[in-house]
C-alpha cells in the first residue's frame, strides 16, 4: 500500500522559533518522489521541493531545510526562524513513479507574532 | 512556460443543480491532467486523473465526472450536486517531476 501520514494536524510556534513538520511514507516501490508543497489562505498550492528515492542529501534553502532517511521512511521539513508569514498548511506527498500522487492531510502550522 | 487556469475561484449552487469547474493548461502539451478535492480541513484526495484525450481514471465513486475533451483541458462535472459536493477543488497537471496546482475552486452546495 501507499500511504503519506502528517500526523501533526496543527502546530503553533511563536516567531523565530524553530519548526519541524514531519513526513512518513509507505511505498513498496523503489523509485519514488517525495515532495512537499505550501497552501497559504489563499488556497493554491505552492511547490516547495521534490526529492527523488536516490538522493538522501538533505537540502537547505534558505531557512527551510529537509532531512530524508530512507531507513525511517521519513522526509521531514524545518523551518528555522519561523516568519508569520510561513503561517500555511503544508502538505507532503508521494509520487510512486506513476501518474499519482499520494498526499498527507496536511499540518496546519501557526505562527505567532 | 507553462500556466494552469482554474475558475471559477468562489461557486454557491444550490443542492440538485448542475455544476461544471474548468481547467486549461498552457505551454505543455499532452500532459497529466489530475482534479483533486478538499474537504474543510482535510487533506486532498484525488477524484480523476487523464493521461490524454478522452482517457478519465476515477478514483473514487461519487456525484461527479470528469471530461477531457481538448489535450489541455479538463472539466469536472455534475449532474445535481449534493451538500457533501462542497469543498476546495483543484486542477492540476505534472510533468512527472512536479505537479502544478491551479488556484482552486471553492464550492459552497447550500
Known amino acids: 500500500a501507499q500511504k503519506v501520514t502528517q500526523a501533526q494536524t496543527e502546530i503553533s510556534v511563536v516567531e523565530k522559533e524553530d519548526v519541524t513538520l514531519d513526513c512518513v511514507y509507505e511505498t513498496r516501490d523503489t523509485t519514488y518522489y517525495l515532495f512537499w508543497y505550501k497552501q497559504p489562505p489563499s488556497g493554491e498550492l505552492v511547490f516547495l521541493i521534490r526529492?527523488?528515492?536516490?538522493?538522501?542529501q538533505n537540502e537547505i534553502s534558505g531557512r527551510y531545510s529537509w532531512n530524508f532517511q530512507k531507513s525511517t521512511s521519513s522526509f521531514n521539513f524545518t523551518i528555522t526562524a519561523s516568519q508569520v508569514v510561513d503561517s500555511a498548511v503544508y502538505f507532503c506527498a508521494l509520487n510512486p513513479g506513476t501518474y499519482k500522487y499520494i498526499f498527507g492531510t496536511g499540518t496546519r502550522l501557526k505562527v505567532l507574532a | 512556460s507553462q500556466t494552469i487556469h482554474q475558475w471559477p475561484a468562489t461557486l454557491v449552487q444550490p443542492v440538485g443543480s448542475p455544476l461544471s469547474l474548468e481547467c486549461t493548461v498552457e505551454?505543455?502539451?499532452?500532459?497529466?491532467l489530475y482534479w483533486y478535492r478538499q474537504a474543510a480541513g482535510r487533506g486532498l484526495q484525488l477524484l480523476f486523473y487523464s493521461v490524454g484525450i478522452g482517457q478519465i481514471s476515477s478514483e473514487v465513486p461519487q456525484n461527479l465526472s470528469a471530461s477531457r475533451p481538448q489535450d489541455r483541458q479538463f472539466i469536472l462535472s455534475s449532474k445535481k450536486l449534493l451538500l457533501s459536493d462542497s469543498g476546495f477543488y483543484l486542477c492540476?497537471?505534472?510533468?512527472?517531476?512536479?505537479?502544478?496546482f491551479g488556484q482552486g475552486t471553492r464550492l459552497t452546495v447550500v
Open positions: 526529492r527523488n528515492s536516490f538522493d538522501e
Open positions: 492540476a497537471w505534472n510533468d512527472r517531476a512536479e505537479a502544478f
Open positions: 505551454g505543455t502539451s499532452n500532459p497529466n
